[in-house]
């Protein structure tokens, strides 16, 4: 039996950190248990220990991705003092830069099979971050539908981050810089006026 074996909250957290490097390196499609396994140099058999089934495996990957996008946001919008606008301006550019920069934990992150699963509480790690986005809309356009907003400028600011890295945006629009689409989005949803 491997070291790591033998330190049960070790090993479970040696299994996360390297399904975390993999993605990054490798891809979504490339977590399995064996390889991850592999890579933690244990048997095939011991990740089975921690996490029953593959699901559950994939979910503490993808929730990891949650926390480290979350504390970019924070680091994002600061001490919140900044006019909404610019905390959202702020937080939709965390958000595409993670997606662009990390793209095998952004599709991890958001596979339904993970999100419907329920497994290690998955969707409500990702839910203080739509709130935060839900209040910060709230702020900017008082009196909207704050939640169909922020909704709305989630699935706009999703399409654009797998738009873009596909080079379809590109190709459509003429644009060499995510900015201008990421400007026109949010003045599609918060209005040009009052840029704060």
Known sequence: MDQAEKSPGGLRERLVDVGVELVASQ???????????????????????HFPTHLHLLSAIARRGFEDLADRARAATGDGTAPPRAQLAALARVYLDFALGERGMYELMFRHDLLESGHLGLRE???????????????ARPGADARAVAGSLWAGLHGTAQLWGWGSLQLATGADDVERVLRTTLDAHLGTEARG
């Open 125 to 139: 790690t990702s839910l203080p971050l739509f709130a935060a986005l839900v209040d910060l809309v709230g702020r």
């Open 27 to 49: 891809g979504a499609q490339t977590l399995t248990l064996r390889e991850i396994a592999r890579r933690a140099g244990v048997s095939h058999g011991a990740p089975r220990r």
